[in-house]
């Protein structure tokens, strides 16, 4: 629900933004401003892209902070793919190196916002419930509970 009204807000604000552009200086200029933005942030992303793996090729930095910065730069590129200017002004931020640094920083810190949604969570003698906001002490913290269910085809 939260990425529909996100995507909604977001789509609202560009189509208003594309038409105040578009009545300041036309159609044909405001078309070719998001061909052009389109093309050179796809351009600039295969750049950035290239060396992201380097980096990971010669580890010149921790394995999972590259592929976190692949991550930002396949999100960068799907925004600057997407015709539009608020999305392309985030899509090129994300395409500078120290603000792509700061954006895997954001993304490290929420990743487990991100990845729990309704799943439920063991931490060390913490036993939580997302579903239900609960939280109880276990004692042993080497256990991992859960359910399976098999489903055939």
């Known amino acids: 629900m939260r990425l529909f009204l996100l995507m909604l807000v977001v789509t609202t604000i560009e ?4 038409a105040k552009v578009g009545a300041l200086i036309g159609f044909f200029p405001t078309f070719l401003i998001i061909i052009a933005t389109a093309l050179l942030g796809s351009w600039q992303l295969r750049q950035q892209w290239q060396f992201v793996m380097g ?6 930095s921790e394995p999972s902070q590259a592929l976190l910065e692949a991550l930002v730069l396949i999100i960068c590129g799907v925004l600057l793919i997407t015709p539009g200017f608020l999305t392309d002004i985030i899509g090129f931020l994300g395409l500078i190196p120290p603000l792509r640094e700061h954006f ?8 487990g916002k991100l990845i729990r949604g309704n799943f439920q969570m063991y931490s060390s003698r913490t036993y939580q419930d997302n579903q239900n906001h609960t939280q109880t002490r276990r004692e042993d913290s080497h256990i991992i509970e859960g359910e399976f269910e098999r489903k055939d085809d």
């Open 15 to 18: 189509v208003i933004l594309i």
């Open 55 to 60: 980096k990971l090729g010669t580890l010149q």
């Open 104 to 111: 895997v920083k954001l993304l490290r810190k929420n990743a």
